[in-house]
């Protein structure tokens, strides 16, 4: 099976421009997150999607940061315009909601963005 | 609020020696779900157990064990017999009951002396 892709691995931009990011979750997997990990930090939600539905977009900074995931699977990630702060890790995660919860959640490689 | 610490940064120790990784969470919650992973230096964060509130009873898989004590609120985890392999970073998470979204801790760097 194959596991969570997420596309580029690196990206290095200047402050405001903007950058997006792609995740191809798990075959089959209904639940996608994106998470930003900042260095020395844990991982912290930034959006879960059920489907193509929001769950809980809470720590999303929404006047910079969006996020869509047309017909239930693919998802992008854009930031518009980068700050300096905006350097980190994007991971994406996703789960299948079969079984019991809490559901595992399987993470892909991130995509490491650095803001010059 | 949730809040997991992780009070170990980094931590070095060499090969065959045990080593234990410390956990402490604070929740308000009376059902809760406790979770470490570890991330190699790929990146790719690799899931290593869930525990629910409900079982206090310490889990041991191979060359990991892990000790639960709801006392102290602690989900404290040990290496026995360390190996490189097993140099990483160990997060241990946090997440409500009905709720998939998880609360990370700042993470352990754990480096394994050959």
């Known amino acids: 099976e194959a596991g969570v892709a997420q596309s580029p691995r690196y990206k290095i931009i200047e402050k405001r421009q903007s950058v997006a990011f792609w995740c191809n979750p798990i075959?089959?997997?209904?639940?996608l997150y994106w998470y930003q990990q900042i260095l020395g930090q844990g991982p912290k939600l930034l959006i879960q999607?059920?489907?193509?539905?929001?769950?809980?977009d809470s720590q999303l900074p929404k006047d910079r940061f969006s996020a869509e995931r047309l017909k239930g699977v693919d998802s992008t990630l854009k930031i518009q315009p980068a700050k300096l702060e905006d350097s980190a890790v994007y991971l994406c995660?996703?789960?299948?909601?079969?079984?019991?919860?809490?559901?595992?959640?399987?993470f892909g490689p991130g995509t490491r963005l650095t803001v010059t | 609020a949730q809040k997991v610490t992780q009070a170990q940064t980094e931590i070095s120790v060499v090969e065959k020696e045990d080593v234990t990784l410390d956990c402490v969470y604070e929740?308000?919650?009376?059902?809760?779900?406790l979770f470490w992973y570890k991330q190699p230096p790929s990146g790719e964060l690799v899931f290593l157990i869930r525990?629910?509130?409900?079982?206090?009873q310490n889990e041991i898989s191979g060359r990991y064990s892990w000790n639960f004590q709801k006392s102290t609120s602690s989900f404290n985890f040990t290496i026995t017999a360390s190996q490189v392999v097993d140099s990483a970073v160990y997060f241990c998470?946090?997440?409500?009951?009905?709720?998939?979204?998880?609360?990370f801790g700042t993470g352990t760097r754990l480096t394994i002396i050959p």
């Open positions: 995660a996703s789960s299948s909601n079969r079984g019991r919860p809490p559901y595992e959640q399987y």
């Open positions: 075959s089959g997997h209904a639940t």
């Open positions: 999607f059920q489907n193509n539905g929001v769950v809980d």
């Open positions: 929740t308000r919650d009376t059902t809760y779900y």
């Open positions: 525990r629910n509130s409900f079982d206090e």
């Open positions: 998470a946090l997440s409500r009951f009905g709720n998939e979204k998880l609360t």
